[in-house]
Antibody, heavy 121, light 108 residues
Framework: QVQLVESGGGVVQPGRSLGLSCVGS????????IHWVRQAPGKGLEWVAV????????DYAHSAKGRFTISRDDSKNTVFLQMNSLAAEDTAVYYC??????????????WGQGTLVSVSS | SSELTQDPTVSVALGQTVSITCQGD??????ASWYQQKPGQAPVVVVY???NRPSGTPDRFSGSSSGNTASLIITGAQAEDEADYYC???????????FGGGTKLTVL
């Protein structure tokens, strides 16, 4: 079945770095943009970053720009999120999601199960 | 701050109809998609575009859009519909994306 599986979360000290991975299966991975979305404890969803289907373009939320880097390796059906200079406010469950867009109609489907990043000293 | 605005809480009596709204300028150009999230679970898309449902979404869920407002409508709400609901769309720039702040639906 179509699925995304995240990994790489954990506890990290403020100011340090952490890398997340997202592996897709059950679909033609290289045909779709992939996003990262996060959710702080008890809070709502926040869009973080997107990489185009061919990896040629990336966009970031203001909160991530300059600190986070999204990349992909389609030979491994994997998207990465490298997070640097982490702060307490980056503590969240990080989800990767597939974007399906037809003209002006888009949806995020499926969602991974999420991986928890906790920034704490 | 979110460019898409939702009411934080909405309640509905069992079996009645409820509308959850999402407002934002980008909705004049892009359709919204709607996500249901139950405690401890990842979000799941329930409605997207003009009024599309993925397979598996009950037909009591529907969507509509007018001007800068998108709506998720549940006709005959069931107890299992109690959840948080989020709208999503590209932002006005078209390059970024935004989620609404979420609406907690209570089924009485």
């Amino acid at each position: 079945q179509v699925q995304l599986v995240e990994s790489g979360g954990g506890v990290v000290q403020p100011g340090r770095s952490l890398g997340l991975s997202c592996v897709g299966s059950g679909f033609t991975f290289s045909a779709y943009p992939i996003h990262w979305v996060r959710q702080a404890p008890g809070k709502g969803l926040e869009w973080v970053a997107v990489i185009s289907y061919d990896g040629s373009s990336q966009d970031y939320a203001h909160s991530a720009k300059g600190r986070f880097t999204i990349s992909r390796d389609d030979s491994k059906n994997t998207v990465f999120l490298q997070m640097n200079s982490l702060a307490a406010e980056d503590t969240a469950v990080y989800y990767c999601v597939r974007e399906i867009t037809v003209t002006v109609t888009s949806r995020f489907d499926p969602w991974g199960q999420g991986t928890l990043v906790s920034v704490s000293s | 701050s979110s460019e898409l605005t939702q009411d934080p809480t909405v309640s509905v009596a069992l079996g009645q109809t409820v509308s959850i709204t999402c407002q934002g300028d980008s909705l004049r150009k892009y359709y919204a998609s709607w996500y249901q999230q139950k405690p401890g679970q990842a979000p799941v898309v329930v409605v997207y575009g003009k009024n599309n449902r993925p397979s598996g979404t009950p037909d009591r869920f529907s969507g509509s859009s007018s001007g800068n407002t998108a709506s998720l409508i549940i006709t005959g709400a069931q107890a299992e519909d109690e959840a948080d609901y989020y709208c999503n769309s590209r932002d006005s720039s078209g390059h970024h994306w935004a989620f609404g702040g979420g609406t907690k639906l209570t089924v009485l």
